[in-house]
Nanobody
Framework: VQLQAFGGGLVEAGGYLRLSCAASGRTFSTYVMGWFRQAPGKEREFVAG????????YYADSVKGRFTISRDNAVNTVYLQMNSLKPEDTAVYYCAARGTLSTVIRTDRYAYSYWGQGTEVTVSS
């Protein structure tokens, strides 16, 4: 599966953005999807994940209550709605896919085999 993330940009603190990740292929609905981010000088970290049929979602503590992950299998797209953005949310955001029969959402980056190119989010204070 090929992934393409978009929707990043520059926003003021307290604002919002919606990221999208479009996937190619007819098997999108079989993948657990995740969003990760990487700030300058830092490791790539898990942000949110969603199971194949949207039955389960999981969030990093740092974004819980502010970010919402969703997916639309009919159009092969996963979304990340980001509200109440903070300067510390500034990073390049990546979508990732994990091919698995399990619905467990893994938070380690090495569990995901496919990655999008990243979209940059900058939150000004």
């Amino acid at each position: 599966v090929q992934l393409q993330a978009f929707g990043g940009g520059l926003v003021e603190a307290g604002g919002y953005l919606r990221l999208s990740c479009a996937a190619s292929g007819r098997t999108f609905s079989t993948y657990v999807m995740g969003w990760f981010r990487q700030a300058p000088g830092k490791e790539r970290e898990f942000v949110a994940g969603i199971s194949q049929s949207s039955g389960s979602t999981y969030y990093a503590d740092s974004v819980k209550g502010r970010f919402t992950i969703s997916r639309d299998n009919a159009v092969n797209t996963v979304y990340l709605q980001m509200n109440s953005l903070k300067p510390e949310d500034t990073a390049v955001y990546y979508c990732a896919a994990r091919g698995t029969l399990s619905t467990v959402i893994r938070t380690d980056r090495y569990a995901y085999s496919y990655w999008g190119q990243g979209t940059e989010v900058t939150v000004s204070s």
